[in-house]
């Protein structure tokens, strides 16, 4: 398997080189070369999650130096729960929170970390630095998954005074080969400091920079094998295909969910939830992609105003028409977020949280008569405890907080302040990791 340039189909790349260098030079990302045809009759039912994602992912690493370690990558990367929990007779719930940092990202990062701890170790174990910008819940799952691999300093960059405590204690906790930066600025600011990096000599020769953002192949393939997983079960269980809603930001969760149909997972409809960040309800209306400055909204990891992946999603689906076929998607407002937070707790019990909430608001408000009748599968993206400030208020209840939460909320943070500029930054990761 190769993997070209969304921007140059003549541009081929090897996996470790597309996971290695995160975008491509020519500014475009990475898709496989095609999607394998799987034989849903091949598939072993008792097998574990583990073995499940390293058979749907064996022809994406067929052929690469990586190809030997795919089977001890997903058996240390995917150790967690993803249970379905039923709303209605025509509604489930996907829980994707049950990782360490309890949201679908550790999915991702924690296959991208073995992965890149796999090549460092291939590449005589060379050093590399992970620099990774964070609004929220990227940082506390790119922390906790790199946390103590031996090949890789990991940095992480957040806009101080402007992620929720909580949030700051996931990702400013740890030490050793992790250090947080509280960056004086704004989350922009954050991001253009790596942008900077990856320009900047120091970085490239020295510290062997890389990205964990999630544009990285490394984090699209494994969320595909939950949405493989969920629907094979499903179909096994009720001969039907599923139909899935799904929070977007970033497009990220969504795209892999469209890898995974195309593989021929028994999925049929994909419907997209955002927040007031509207630029994918306002593609599929009117066929103008218009990127805007993000707007703050309750459902913050889902504030995106250029939502990269859909370049992507565009790639695979070029024609308007296709497209919108394939892609539905509504937006969900702040007012509507609290209803239904509200709403899902008095008739079900259930407790969701902002993100997941835009979804289940389209399950009960958005869909045509015919989609309605038809079974749903919400996908749920955070636990709620993450976001207990938006949610208890409205519920007046208090979300018991899970273990490996509750162990680090009375940790103090360790994070380094540091002006919005790379020079600042660097001078602090020198200080750290490269101290002669
Ligand atoms: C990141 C995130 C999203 C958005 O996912 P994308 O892949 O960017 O579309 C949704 N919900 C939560 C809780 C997240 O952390």
Redesign the pocket.
């Known amino acids: 398997m190769f993997y070209y340039s969304t921007r140059n189909k003549e541009k081929k790349v090897t996996l470790a080189e597309a996971i290695s260098i995160g975008l491509a030079d020519d500014g475009g990302l990475f898709l496989p070369a095609y999607f394998p045809k799987i034989d849903l009759s091949g598939i072993d039912q008792n097998m574990s999650y583990a073995n499940f994602a390293a058979a749907i992912l064996k022809d994406y690493f067929a052929g690469d130096i990586l190809e030997s370690s795919l089977g001890r990558i997903c058996h240390n990367a995917f150790n967690f729960p993803l249970p379905l929990t039923v709303v209605d007779d025509k509604t489930q719930i996907l829980e994707l929170?049950h990782g360490p940092t309890l949201?679908?990202?550790d999915f991702g990062a924690q296959f991208l970390s073995e992965t890149m701890n796999e090549l460092a170790k291939l590449d005589k174990n060379k050093k590399i630095t992970v620099m990774v910008a964070t609004s929220?819940?990227?940082g506390s799952?790119v922390a906790n998954a790199f946390y103590g691999k031996s090949n890789i300093n990991i940095v992480v960059l957040f806009p101080k005074g402007q992620i929720s405590k909580r949030q700051e204690q996931q990702i400013a906790t740890y030490s050793d080969n992790v250090v947080a930066i509280a960056v004086n600025g704004n989350f922009d600011n954050c991001q253009s400091i790596v942008k900077e990096a990856f320009t900047d000599k120091w970085w490239e020769n020295i510290a062997h920079i890389s990205s964990a953002n999630?544009i990285n192949l490394g984090r699209l393939l494994p969320?595909m094998t939950y949405y493989a997983y969920t629907s094979y079960h499903s179909y096994l269980k009720t001969g039907k295909s599923v139909n899935f809603i799904?929070?977007?930001?970033?497009?990220?969760?969504?795209?892999?969910a469209y890898f995974a149909k195309s593989m021929g997972f028994p999925i049929d409809k994909i419907v997209?939830s955002t927040n007031a960040n509207k630029i994918i309800p306002d593609f599929v209306k009117n066929g103008i992609f218009t990127p805007k400055a993000s707007v703050a909204t309750l459902?913050n990891?889902?504030d995106?105003g250029n939502?990269s992946?859909f370049e992507r999603l565009h790639t695979l689906y070029p024609n308007f028409a296709d497209f919108v076929s394939n892609v539905s998607a509504y937006s969900v407002n702040d007012e509507q977020i609290r209803q239904t937070i509200t709403s899902a707790y008095a008739k079900s019990k259930v407790i969701i949280?902002?993100?997941?909430a835009t979804a289940v608001y389209v399950r009960e408000n958005c869909l045509d008569a015919n989609d309605a009748d038809k079974s749903w599968i919400v996908v749920s993206?955070?636990h709620p405890s993450?976001?207990e400030t938006v949610i208890e208020p409205l519920l007046g209840i208090t979300i018991p907080v899970p273990d490996r939460l509750n162990e680090i909320l009375h940790r103090e943070s360790l994070a380094i302040d540091s002006s919005a500029s790379l020079n600042a930054v660097t001078e602090i990761v020198k200080q750290h990791f490269f101290r002669a």
């Open positions: 929170y949201s679908f990202k929220g819940d990227t799952a999630s969320q799904i929070p977007t930001g970033n497009l990220g969760n969504a795209t892999a997209l459902a990891a889902m995106v939502p992946n949280c902002p993100h997941t993206t955070a993450k976001f």
